[in-house]
């Protein structure tokens, strides 16, 4: 995981289609909930690298997504 700042984040993980929601299960084990507002949202169990804002303890607003190499 890399910060550019506080509220700004950038994760590497494994997309899952939740019951609710997409997650980010990256690989310390950590769970991100994620937010997507008008983006294309790649195949889930796919290896995914994601940009975007902080809103809660484990939520982030996705700016961006794509699959990693």
Do not use: H
Not at 35 to 58: A, S
């Amino acid at each position: 995981m890399y910060r550019s700042n506080s509220n700004r984040l950038r994760l590497t993980g494994k997309l899952i289609k939740g019951d609710r929601r997409y997650v980010l299960q990256c690989d310390d084990q950590s769970v991100w909930k994620l937010d997507f507002l008008d983006i294309e949202v790649p195949k889930d169990n796919d290896i995914v690298l994601v940009e975007g804002v902080k809103t809660g303890i484990d939520s982030i607003a996705v700016d961006w997504i794509g699959e990693s190499q």
